[in-house]
Structure formats: structure tokens, C-alpha cells
């Protein structure tokens, strides 16, 4: 029997049954490609790396120098160590009290004689050096915007004290209550009490706050 010329849909000189075949071994080449696995090694080839990290992989940034030694004489350590890594927004301790409060002593200290001046830096930065903490993420880090306030108003009293408020004399005392104002000391009282009945010296101071608080 003669066989039968392949129909030519591809214009003359085209082998239509070569071509065929050429198709079919290309089909049955990609169906057999997804039975073969792949080694890992080759799909890292091709696929490149992971573009997921594991949780215990992620690098974490290391606190910078002024988180963990706050400068003298500055307020950028409330915005730039506390805040950034808690966010309690404008109303919060960092900015709203910490900050707030730290460059309006800073820009009004012409009000204080030259010990005031003293106490004033030293006192703001023993502030600041209590919250080095919970600038760094330590593991004794406060874990919320209502901690970091607690825990920072209890710290307001000790620094005072520490760095001989009770030893200024009059005016520099007035000079504190003017730039602070006797509600916000008040909101720390009970750390204030503690400290000041506790410290013979501090009687005196004790008893100008307890006026300013009655009038």
C-alpha cells in the first residue's frame, strides 16, 4: 500500500511528520518535569534566596551611644531613645512631660543663680539615666506607655533630692515651681512626701510645697 502524503500546513519543504514527533518529545519532556524533584541546591539556584527570615534571624539594631549614656545638658534623649521605641505620642511621658519639660528648664535657666544651674543639669540628667532601661530594651525594660510613666514619675523625687534641691535657696525654689508649676509636682506627691519627710534637711522645702500646694 502507498502511503499518503502528510498534509503540509507550514508551506513546502516542511517535514510535517518530523515536526510531529519534535512536538511530542517536547510535551512529554515538560510532563516528565514535574515528576522529577529538583535538589535543593539547584532550586536555590534558580529560585535564589529566601526572601523570609526567620524571626531569630532578624538582626536588632544596638542602642546608640546616646541611648545608653544620655549627653549632658540636652533633651533629645526623650524623642530620640524613649519615644522611639515606645511611641506614646505627643500626650505621652517622653514628649509630653519628659521632653516638654526638660528643654523649658533648659531655655528658662537664667531664672537660677549658679548652684540652682547645677542642680538644674544634674537633676535632669539623673532623669534621663533612670529610663536607660527602657531606652535600651533591657530586661528590666518597662513594657508599656502607663509603666514608663509610672516608673518614670517615681524617679522625679530621688533626683531632686539627690542632687540638693533642699540645699537651694529660696528663689531657686520658686524658679522650679514657676517653670514646672505645683500641679504637675503634685502629680508625683506621694513619691515627693516619701523622699522630702524622710530627709531632715528637706523639711523646709517640704513645708514651701505643702504652702504653695494649699494656696
Given at each position: ?34 515528576f ?28 546608640s ?6 549627653p ?6 526623650y ?5 522611639s ?56 525594660a ?12 517615681g524617679?522625679?523625687?530621688g ?13 531657686d525654689w ?24 524622710a530627709?531632715?534637711?528637706?523639711l ?12
Amino acid at each position: 500500500m502507498q502511503a499518503r502524503d502528510e498534509p503540509s500546513h507550514t508551506g513546502p519543504g516542511v517535514n510535517w511528520t518530523f515536526t510531529r514527533r519534535v512536538i511530542l518529545v517536547i510535551g512529554t519532556l515538560s510532563m516528565l518535569s514535574f515528576f522529577i524533584p529538583v535538589p535543593s541546591e539547584s532550586r536555590s539556584r534558580v529560585l535564589g534566596p529566601s526572601t523570609l527570615l526567620r524571626r531569630d534571624t532578624v538582626p536588632s539594631s544596638a542602642p546608640s551611644d546616646e541611648c545608653l549614656n544620655p549627653p549632658q545638658d540636652s533633651c533629645t534623649f526623650y524623642a530620640d531613645c524613649i519615644e522611639s521605641r515606645y511611641h506614646c505620642g505627643p500626650t505621652g511621658y517622653p514628649l509630653g512631660y519628659g521632653q516638654k519639660y526638660c528643654t523649658k528648664f533648659l531655655a528658662e535657666r537664667e531664672k537660677f543663680d549658679t548652684p540652682g544651674q547645677t542642680w538644674m543639669l544634674a537633676t535632669l540628667h539623673c532623669l534621663q539615666e533612670a529610663l536607660i532601661p527602657d531606652a535600651t530594651g533591657a530586661p528590666d525594660a518597662t513594657t508599656s506607655c502607663s509603666a514608663l510613666e509610672d516608673k518614670a514619675f517615681g524617679t522625679h523625687a530621688g533626683c531632686y533630692v539627690s542632687n540638693g534641691v533642699c540645699k537651694l535657696p529660696l528663689p531657686d525654689w520658686e524658679a522650679i515651681l514657676d517653670i514646672v508649676g505645683i500641679e504637675t509636682l503634685v502629680d508625683s506627691w506621694d513619691a515627693f512626701k516619701a523622699t522630702l519627710t524622710a530627709e531632715t534637711d528637706c523639711l523646709e522645702f517640704y513645708a514651701f510645697l505643702i504652702a504653695h500646694i494649699v494656696v
